[in-house]
């Protein structure tokens, strides 16, 4: 391309230097003629002619006199002048001549300029076609090369595919290779076991004949019985022998095993699915086998499997109650001899066969299988195997069914109280503060200025004209004044204890152990420093987080006017069905008593309709220079509130380890760890991972049949374990094969696999 520019610039060049030098060549000419006319002598009036100055002719010659005024011959200044005309006459045309072929080389020149325009505008075109071209053969080049590099990938993926499958199943072959070996060795040693009895048999006979033979000296008569009964012998020998060969043949496949231990011990060392025997005269049944796990051995007796998380107790949930049986007195699939399920199904539904409570057992194994998987897949889809091998089992029964009947029945027991916990979080409760306070900017840390420790005097800045003394009681006691920064007892049904924190909080635990109490109520007397000179206001609010639901109200006493603090009551109910407590009817939080001025304030709110496991309590806000606590910061700070009581109580420590079963395992696949990590960070003081729990208990008595893989010292087990009986009337979400808290611990996507081992 760029040759065509250089010699497009040629032409140009040598095209304007061609006319340049014309032009100058013409000029040249004309000018050259203008000075010849010039020089030729002009005649004078006298008749000489007038020389050219600068110019003399030769001395003497003719006509030269003129410049000195001679005078001359006349003809021949006539014939010269005549001359000289027509030579003037000559070289004018030739000047015209010249001049028109200058204006025809000018017309040429400028109608070649006018060319040269276009020429060079073609050429561009040209030169812009060319680049096109070039263009479109380079990407052609490039999609090409796009195309080449595409299939080049496919090829690479296709090769890689390939490879990965050929890898597959050369793994395959060589796995099958080595189950071919095993059963030509395990038929070889079969073999020769028969060739070995086949061998003492023939020994027997020799035997026999050999006898036979030396009775033949005896008497002839002797003899012909002899040979009879040789000949039946004989018979039979030959028949039992055949009976023998056969029974030799079948390589022991008609013997049936009492257990997986008994299959192993026998030569069987490959899991999978079995008939056994568990005892002389009962039925046989079908049964996996594992033979890897610590030597192997082991019967898989049980699965649990969750079918439908929202399904309490209906049908699919086998093992908590019967098919849809509901109340807590209903037969447990843990403690009965029901069965169902079976065996090849065992991680797509709830299985349970006649070795759970017919086959003697010393240990427990678990695996956490994927559901709906073939039983080929179960050992190696296992995201956890673990076993006991301290052989617990034999001090309860032997087997898990006497274990749950006889030893730590699945039925309610009594309730646990766990009142005294409240101290722990009212006493870490300066640490929540300063997080609740934060949503109120400008809060009002009021003076405790009273020497009885049980209300704010003064407060400062004039808050209280002796203020927020604070009550407690039940429906069936009288109203008990609360002493600040300490802890009340009311028997069995609350405890309220008090911090001189900012904010102030009074907070009730409800326990009310068998629902005999139909209410609780917390009361606030209250002078105030507005004196009748402020406003009042009053309202509700409701909140919600994670597992906890809040209602609260509130009321507010503010003076601008008199730049007093306000103050801002705020009276609340806390709540937790998943966390156990018991809640119902419209009218749950009520005010008994309440105040309509911004003096003299009495405001009561209770809990009603025999609350059980709920926190009810009473904090106060305060802003400087009568300024209203707003709604908003009100919600907020009852939200950090609520927050801050999310871990509470699910962090009792309820310590019932002592009325359940608790084994130490050994991790054959995952670690301790892998348990660990699953266990939420606020709950692991109270959650150990190693062991294996059975029949664990929550604070209000009801089981759960199996902790797998922890122990608990939690109040609410039901993050952890599995198997529950029916909570009918207590906490609905809590119970079933899994319950809606395992989530987060168990994958509901996986089968628990139970087996024993003797």
Not at 329 to 340: D, E, G, K, L, Q
Not at 400 to 406: A, I, S
Not at 566 to 592: A, D, H, P
Not at 604 to 611: E, H, T
Request: proline content about 3%.
């Amino acid at each position: 391309m760029k040759s065509y520019f250089v010699l497009l610039l040629f032409v140009l060049a040598s095209l304007t230097t061609s006319h340049d030098t014309a032009a100058s060549q013409h000029c040249l000419a004309i000018t050259e003629c203008e000075n010849k006319i010039a020089e030729i002598p002009l005649p004078t009036a006298s008749g000489s002619v007038q020389g050219v100055p600068g110019k003399r002719g030769p001395p003497g010659a003719k006509g030269d006199q003129g410049m000195k005024g001679e005078p001359g011959d006349p003809c021949d200044v006539e014939d010269q002048l005549a001359g000289l005309i027509n030579r003037l006459s000559r070289m004018e045309n030739e000047q015209n001549a010249m001049k028109n072929e200058q204006k025809a080389m000018k017309k040429q020149l400028a109608r070649q300029s006018t060319d040269f325009p276009q020429q060079i505008s073609d050429l561009k075109e040209t030169v812009i076609d060319n680049e096109e071209e070039l263009n479109d053969t380079n990407k052609q080049v490039t999609d090409i090369q796009s195309e080449l590099t595409l299939g080049l990938d496919s090829l690479q993926k296709q090769h890689n595919a390939t490879e990965q499958h050929l890898n597959q199943e050369t793994a395959e072959f060589s796995r099958l290779e080595e189950e071919l070996r095993k059963m030509q060795t395990q038929l070889a040693e079969e073999k020769l076991a028969s060739q070995a009895q086949v061998f003492r048999l023939e020994e027997e006979l020799r035997s026999t004949q050999t006898q036979l033979a030396e009775e033949k000296t005896l008497s002839q008569e002797f003899k012909k019985h002899l040979v009879n009964v040789t000949e039946k012998l004989t018979m039979h020998e030959e028949q039992h022998l055949n009976d023998t060969k056969e029974q030799v043949t079948d390589v022991q496949s008609d013997i049936v095993r009492s257990s997986c231990l008994d299959l192993i011990n026998a030569g069987k060392n490959r899991s999978g699915i079995y008939e056994v025997q568990p005892r002389d005269g009962s039925s046989t049944l079908q049964v996996f086998c594992d033979m890897e796990v610590d030597g192997g051995g082991w019967t898989l007796v049980a699965s649990v499997h969750e079918n439908n998380i929202d399904g309490k107790c209906t049908i699919g949930d086998n093992w908590s109650t019967d098919q849809g049986t509901t109340g807590s007195t209903s037969s447990s699939s843990w403690s009965n001899t029901r069965i169902f399920g079976n065996v090849e199904g065992a991680t797509s539904d709830d299985y349970k066969n006649e070795a759970y409570f017919n086959i003697p057992a010393n240990d427990v194994m678990i695996w956490h299988v994927p559901n709906n998987n073939p039983s080929s897949q179960w050992s190696n889809l296992a995201s956890l195997k673990y076993f006991t091998n301290n052989s617990f089992l034999t001090q309860y029964g032997s087997n898990l069914r006497d274990l749950y009947k006889n030893h730590f029945p699945m039925e309610r027991q009594e309730e646990f109280s766990v009142a005294e916990n409240l101290d722990k979080y009212t006493a870490t409760f300066e640490e929540k503060s300063s997080y609740i306070r934060s949503a109120i900017p400008s809060f009002n840390s009021y003076t405790y200025d009273s020497n009885n420790n049980n209300q704010i005097s003064d407060g400062g800045a004039d808050m209280y004209d002796n203020g927020n003394k604070v009550f407690v009681r039940s429906a069936s006691s009288d109203w008990h004044r609360v002493v600040y920064d300490a802890t009340h007892h009311d028997t069995d049904w609350s405890v309220t204890s008090t911090t001189q924190t900012h904010p102030f909080l009074a907070l009730m635990y409800i326990e009310n152990l068998g629902g005999h109490q139909s209410y609780f109520e917390i009361k606030v007397e209250s002078g105030t420093g507005a004196d009748g000179s402020g406003s009042y206001s009053s309202y509700t609010g409701d909140l919600s987080y994670d597992d906890y639901n809040m209602k609260y109200k509130t009321y507010n006493v503010h003076d601008q006017a008199q730049a007093d603090p306000s103050i801002c009551e705020v009276y609340f109910v806390v709540y937790s069905r998943e966390k156990g407590s018991i809640v119902s009817g419209s009218n749950l939080f009520s005010s008994n008593e309440w105040s309509s001025s911004d003096d003299d304030l009495v405001n009561s709110m209770r809990v009603n309709n025999n609350p059980r496991k709920v926190f009810l309590g009473y904090t106060l806000f305060s802003k400087s220079a009568g300024v209203i606590v707003s709604p908003t910061e009100v919600r907020n700070a009852m939200t950090n509130m609520l927050q801050s009581m999310a871990v509470f109580p699910q962090n009792f420590n309820c310590s019932r380890t002592e009325e359940s079963v608790v084994a130490p395992i050994i991790f054959h696949t995952g670690t301790k760890q892998t348990v660990t990590n699953r266990i939420p960070s606020a709950q692991q003081s109270l959650t150990t991972a190693g062991f294996i729990q059975l029949r664990a208990l929550n604070s209000i008595g009801y089981p759960f049949a199996m902790c797998p893989g922890v122990k608990t010292d939690s109040c609410y087990p039901s993050a952890y374990c599995i198997g529950s009986i029916s909570m009918i009337g207590a906490n609905s979400r809590s119970y079933g094969d899994f319950t809606d808290g395992t989530s987060t611990f168990h994958n509901l996507n996986a089968s628990v696999l139970i087996f024993t081992r003797n």
